[in-house]
Each structure stands twice: as C-alpha cells, then as structure tokens.
C-alpha cells in the first residue's frame, strides 16, 4: 500500500508538471492553431530566471513571480515577431518555433553558463511527512496542489468568464468571433502569454523537484508536452489535465515494475489514442 | 427615399488566384430588406462576406453609415453596427444557448437584455433550450439561435446568408415571420435562395450575376418580370 501511494503521488507530480506545459500547448494550439515547437524554451527559460531569483532573494515565491513574467514577457515577443508572420502555415510554424527553439535553448548557455545549475527545495518545502509505513515527500505534495490550483482558476476562467466564453468559442470557430465584433488578435496574445506564463511556472517548479536544471531540460520536456496534447486532444483544457496525470502515473508505475519498458510507456499510450481515438480523449468540437 | 445606410460600389474580389466579385454594386436603405438574388455560385455569399471583411475587397468602396469600411478589419465592422448570420450559421457547438448569445452580447447594458428578451419571444425554443449545447439544436433551431445573437446587439444592419436553407417549409415560415418582426427595428440586407420568401420579404433586389451587379430595383418590379426571373433566377 505504501508503494502504492508513493508510487501515485510521484506520477500525478510529475503529471502536473507536464500539465503545466501541456496546458498553454494546447491552448495555443487549440484557439491559435499555431504549432508551437518553442514551448519548451520558456520552460527553461522560466526555470533559469525563477532559479537564478531565488538564489539572489533567497525566496522561492519571488523566483516564481520572475519565472511567470518571463513566460509573459517571451511569450509577447514571441507572438509579435515569430508567430504573427506564419499565423495559418504549419510548416513554416514548425520550422521557426523549432529554430527559435534552439536559440533559446542556446541563448541560456550564454547567458546563464552551459553546466547544469544544482537547485535545493526552499526549506519549508523540504523533507517529508510519515504516515505509518507510507513516506510523502511535502515537494511533490506542493507541485501537486500548485497543480490543481493552477487548473482550478483556469477552469473557472474557462467556464466562468467572458474571456473564458471568447476564448472556447475561439477555439470552435474563429471567423465568427470576430464577425460578433470580438478582436480575435488580442484574445490570441493573451492566450499565447498565458500559455507561456504556465510553461515558465511548470519550468521553475521542475527545477527543485528535478535537482537541477540544464539548457536541453527544455526539449526533454516539451516532448511530454505535446504527448499529452495529442493524448487529452489538441484545444482541450481539460483533457490536457487527465492526459498529464495519466502520463505521469504511467511512467512512475511503469519505472517500477517494468523498467525497460519506462521510457517508451507514453509512446505506447500516445499510438493507443491515434489508432482508437486520433482526435485525442477529450478533443473539443470544431464547429 | 429612404436614408442610404449601406453603399457598395464597383466591389472587386480576389479568394486566391480567383476573381470572385467584379463589379458589384448596391444600396441598403434604412428600414428595408434589400434581398441578394442570384444563381449558386453567383457570388452573393462572398458579398456578404466582402462586407464583413472576411473576404475583403480588393478594390471598390463600401460605405456605412457615410464611413468607408472597405479597409477595416472584421471585428471593427462589426462593432459599427452590423450584426451577421452566416449561411452556415456558425454556431458555437460545445457552448449552450445561453453562453452562444453571452459571447456576442459586446454589452451587457439593460438595452441588449431587452433586447435579448425580445428575441427570445420571437424564437421562443431558444428558451427553451437555454441550457442545451448549440450543436444538439435541430437545423432551424441553430439559424434562430445565429439570427438572435446577431440581434442581441444594436445592430443597425443585418446581413442574413440564406436562412431558409435545408429548413422544412413549417419552419421556414418562423424564420420568415422573425425577419419581417426584425425589420421593425432594423435594415436588413438578405442572400436568399428561396424566391417565395425572398418576394414576400423583400422591398429591394439586387441580382448577382457571375460576380456582377446585373440590375437592382424594387422587388415588385422583379416579381412582374418573368423574363429576367427565368434568364437570373431560373424559375418563372
């Protein structure tokens, strides 16, 4: 039972990471249809800053503010000068988001240094609780509050407001929004610095639970993240959710009882969903 | 005369390498439904999506309210006051009723909640269907849900894409009797298939013909001309 829990609350930690990347891919792709091979750079990037600003202030909270408006920062600049110019060309969106891709995962070389960077847990984060046999490090208890909390608000933010309304009727069919006399633009800029603010976010919560945090962290990372937007279905908040837990339990149980078999479980899980169900688990309906 | 609130004159438009509309031209006046007529493909869509600037023009002007609105992005022309109805209604699927009309509501001011209330007298199965997904309502069901969230805002022209397409004649008949109610409060600019309704409707036409404006006038003038019925239209 105690392996069982431990095992659980590892993979849903991981999972929520994954979810926070996962999570602004999908959106942007799912309103912006813009593939977005970059996503992985502001993770990194949003590790790098967060990390370097809580070992300057000495507080993680900080370093997570840091690491969010870098994501919004780069997220703007990136909207502006890299994806306006290709709006509605996958190739051209593939190759610029994955040169772009490269240059950020380089630029953090150059200005952050090429070794890996060790990152401690802020000591109130630090240790774990024991129940009876059952050990819960409190970390990965924190990533996966922080998790939940973050889809709680964007769910609510979804469902719940009128930009949440604009957007998820964005995603259905963009030409109608802007014939109701919506700027459609806008609405893509906030989606695609929101997207990039949740990378970040899940970039300085990977650093600690990682131990630390490297240029290529990145790329690594953001390969889940498509894996699990193709999983939870492309444009489907919510599905990215289900599909990041189901990822990461599937990885945690598998590293377990069958090693070998560990790095290519969400492969596996990926090929299930494209020949049974292509359009994903929870793909929301075009129109 | 009437006030001229929509002008369009020597409209050109390219979809790709294709030269859609060549030269069309026509007025909407205040109060009126002025009805597009023509054969499929004659390019009465594309003017309505011209105007919107979803397609837009690649030459001519188009004036609204004495604005030129040509070179204006969609959601600007839209928020001068021209609510649309598409010809594939463009329902919002996974939204309920309620959320489709929230979305186009651009101001919740107590003028467009009565206007809400007003449309929903006029299409009162949209109430009825409040909480229900737009994609599980009937075909005539989703074209009074499109034509409600195009009236939901003071929209001083409606541009209505075919509304009785695929419709049972029962229901055509509602659609029918909500755009003569509409036109009470409203200018109307109609692409429509079905002559029948276009005649009872209309006070203007304006046929299309390969992407040209080949005659314009009263509809009584239409309706008594058989000849150009038979050679635009195909009926009479």
Redesign the interface.
């Known amino acids: 039972m105690d392996l069982l829990i431990s095992l659980i609350i590892n993979g849903l930690a991981t999972g929520m990471l994954i979810f926070l990347l996962a999570a602004g891919l999908t959106l942007i792709f799912g309103l912006m249809d813009v593939l977005n091979f970059s996503h992985g750079g502001l993770f990194v990037w949003g590790a790098y800053t967060g990390v370097f600003t809580y070992i300057i202030t000495e507080s993680f909270i900080v370093g997570i503010m840091v690491a969010i408006l870098t994501g919004m920062v780069l997220g703007f600049l990136m909207e502006k000068l890299i994806i306006t110019p290709v709006y509605g060309n996958h190739v051209q969106q593939i190759l610029i988001t994955l040169g772009f891709m490269l240059v950020l995962q380089e630029m953090i070389k150059v200005v952050f240094g090429p070794n890996a960077i060790p990152v401690k847990v802020p000591d109130y984060l630090a240790g774990s609780w024991e129940m009876g046999e059952v050990i819960i490090i409190k970390y990965r208890i924190f990533i996966i509050v922080v998790g939940f909390i973050v889809f709680g608000v964007f769910h609510y933010i979804l469902t719940h407001t009128k930009i949440g309304l604009i957007v998820r009727a964005g995603v259905m069919n963009k030409e109608m929004v802007q014939a109701l006399g919506i700027n459609i633009k806008k609405v893509f800029l906030f989606v695609f610095m929101t997207g990039a603010a949740l990378a970040a976010i899940g970039g300085m919560l990977m650093a600690p639970y990682s131990g630390s945090i490297y240029a290529e962290m990145g790329m690594e990372f953001a390969i889940l993240g498509f894996i699990v937007v193709v999983i939870g279905g492309m444009g489907s908040f919510s599905g990215s959710l289900l599909a990041a837990i189901l990822v990461g339990l599937a990885g945690s149980f598998m590293a377990y009882y069958i090693p070998f078999l560990s790095l290519a479980v969400n492969m596996i899980l990926m090929a299930i969903v494209l020949i049974f169900r292509p359009q994903g688990l929870f793909r929301m309906a075009k129109e | 005369m009437m006030e001229s609130l929509l002008k369009l004159h020597n409209i050109q438009t390219h979809i790709g390498q294709f030269h859609i509309l060549q030269g069309i031209q026509f007025e909407a006046r205040v109060g009126e439904v002025s009805v597009l007529l023509g054969r499929n493909g004659a390019g009465k869509t594309t003017t309505l999506k011209t105007i ?1 600037g ?1 397609t837009p023009a690649s030459s001519g002007s188009i004036t609204f309210l004495n604005e030129e609105i040509s070179k204006k ?3 600007e022309i ?2 001068t006051g021209i609510g ?1 109805v ?1 010809e ?1 209604q ?6 309920t009723v309620e ?2 009309i ?3 509501m ?1 101001k919740e001011t107590s003028e467009a909640f009565e206007r809400q209330e007003y449309v929903l007298t006029l299409f009162p199965d949209l109430k009825k269907f409040w909480k229900k997904a737009g ?1 599980n309502l009937s075909g005539g069901q989703k074209q009074m849900l499109a034509m409600a ?1 195009a009236f939901v ?1 003071d929209s001083k022209l409606l541009l209505i894409d075919e509304p009785s397409k695929g419709l049972a004649p029962i229901v055509v008949e509602k659609v029918m009797e909500a755009i003569m109610e509409m036109k009470k409060r409203t200018t109307i600019v109609l692409v429509e298939q079905n002559f029948f309704m276009a005649s009872r409707i209309g006070d203007t036409f304006t046929l299309i013909d390969d992407g040209r404006t080949v005659h314009t006038g009263a509809m009584n003038e239409l309706i008594s001309d058989d000849a150009m019925k038979h050679k635009y239209l195909g009926i009479g």
């Open positions: 919107m979803l992005p969609t959601y839209a928020n649309y598409p594939d463009g329902i919002f699927a996974q939204l959320e489709n929230k979305v186009a651009r994609g969230r805002n």
